[in-house]
């Protein structure tokens, strides 16, 4: 009568006896029974299904073009050379493909909305549209801790990127590359897209909060900064912490009472934000660049 198999996933170092020419080649008894060979093969293929399972090759760099409204926008996936997820509703698991890079619009958002939202974030998402084709779409529900899966799709639609909506519904323009965003500052500043801004002339000579969840997403506690010093006086100070700590991380000096614009990179609590504090006579511009997942 024939047993359903019990897969145990591991790999093991000892390897069971195979029998050789001749032998009667029993499943269970005889000295070297075939089942135990095929249980280790079992055993192996589900250590191997489970460490694989959501590994992506490619697909990588993700934009969003300039210039974009909240009805008509390009957000870009590059190429998949190999994703390993299960079908859509269904349990095998399938490594599939895309052909080359992949253009996304306002048909591929869930849920087939007339427009975008305002001050939202967007999350992409691949996942297996039959046994060989890897496809995409766009939803507002986020990824699970790992940042492998979508919340409640484990297994099935694999996290690409994401990307943030202005307060007129229109895509933030950026470039990624595994998993490090940089916003398009320029063409922000040209479009009317909206703005990384995120402080203004700020003056507080004691450790205050700035708020960055507008340009950072909820699952993000850092962020690359492009700060605008305005000193008063050579020697004047800009300093950042993580807000929520007690001491400052890092402190930029002026050389002399000319305004200078440098980069940096902050620590950010769960709730995205970083303390600044200025010397006082001084002022500085932050804008968030960008981010790393």
């Known amino acids: 009568m024939a047993t359903s198999v019990v897969e145990t996933p591991r790999i093991i170092a000892t390897l069971p006896t195979r029998p050789q020419d001749g032998d009667d080649a029993y499943m269970d008894a005889g000295g070297a029974p075939l089942m ?3 249980q280790h093969l079992y055993n192996a293929a589900g250590a191997l299904r489970i460490a694989a399972l959501g590994q992506m090759s490619g697909g990588d760099r993700l934009s969003v073009d300039p210039g974009g409204t909240s009805t008509v926008f390009t957000v870009r996936v590059s190429r998949i050379v190999g994703l390993l997820s299960r079908q859509t509703g269904s349990t095998p698991i399938y490594a599939t493909y895309t052909a080359g890079e992949t253009v ?13 939202a305002n001050s939202t974030w967007y999350y992409v998402y691949a996942f297996c549209n039959g046994t060989a084709t890897t496809a995409f779409y766009i939803s507002t529900t986020a990824p699970e801790s790992s940042l492998t899966w ?3 799709a484990e297994g099935v639609d694999r996290y ?14 950026f470039m990624a590359i595994r998993g490090r965003y940089e ?7 040209t479009s009317g897209a909206g703005s990384s801004r995120v402080l203004t002339a700020g003056a507080a000579t004691s450790h205050t909060s700035v ?3 507008g340009v950072v997403p909820p699952h993000v506690q850092n962020a690359r900064l492009l700060v605008g010093l305005a000193p008063a006086l050579a020697g004047d100070t800009f300093s ?3 807000t929520g700590t007690s001491t400052a991380s890092k402190t930029f000096y002026a050389a002399s009472a000319l305004d200078f614009v440098f980069e940096t990179e902050t620590l950010l609590s769960t709730d995205q934000e970083f303390d600044y504090r ?6 500085a511009n932050v804008n968030v660049m960008g981010f790393s997942e």
Do not use: E, H
């Not at 996304?104 to 975008?116: E, K, M, S």
């Open 160 to 173: 690409v990127g994401c990307f943030r909506t202005s307060s007129a519904g229109a895509p933030l323009p």
């Open 240 to 242: 950042t912490r993580r």
């Open 104 to 116: 996304l619009d306002l048909t591929d958002v869930d849920g087939a909305p007339a427009a975008l």
């Open 278 to 283: 200025v010397t006082s006579g001084a002022a």
């Open 183 to 189: 916003y398009d500052l320029g063409a922000m500043a």
């Open 36 to 38: 135990p060979v095929l």
């Open 150 to 152: 979508r919340t409640g």
């Open 211 to 213: 708020d960055c969840s």
